[in-house]
């Protein structure tokens, strides 16, 4: 396999992160799980800095908020949980603290009397608002050396990938 140009920027700079744990005859596919999984680790872990150091949120009440902010007429806790992919317990602790500063309303659902409704306030969606524009900008900027047609074409592989993978988890579900 080819020598990889940006794996030597990235020994120098000491960022190897996640693959660091690759050797020379490791497989293709391993080799970019690794790249995929340090990429998305180091923005993450960036945009989580910049959320707690310009808005004093955690990217937890960010995603929470966002999931809000997109349905207006609200979310069942149940919906919130399974979209964020977390447990019924975060959301509640979640809703809880957002509850208590005004930036969520959480009212009884008029079609089932076990669920609650979750809903940004007015003040929560102006504060989001702000945010969001933030974490927009810190994007393009994170991504702002990639052309618009290799932000497609990943965008478009990274989708056929997504969808190969649905496929051989139903398979392997499916087997056994």
Known sequence: MKADPSHKLLIQADELGHEARLVQDDHAVLRLWLRMLSCTTQIEDEIRRRLRANFGISLARFDYMAQLYRKPEGLKMKELSSY?????????????????????????????????????????????????????????????????????????????????????????????
């Open 84 to 176: 964020l992919m977390v447990t019924g317990g975060n959301i509640t602790t979640l809703t809880d603290e957002l509850e208590r500063e005004a930036l969520v309303t959480r009212e009884a659902s008029p079609t089932d009397r076990r669920s609650w409704i979750i809903r940004l306030t007015d003040s929560g969606r102006k504060v989001f608002s702000r945010m969001a524009e933030a974490h927009e900008q810190w994007i393009l900027e994170l991504f702002a050396e990639l052309d618009a047609k290799t932000v497609q074409s990943l965008h478009t592989q990274l989708g056929q990938l997504r969808v190969q993978v649905m496929h051989a988890c139903a398979d392997h579900d499916a087997q056994g």
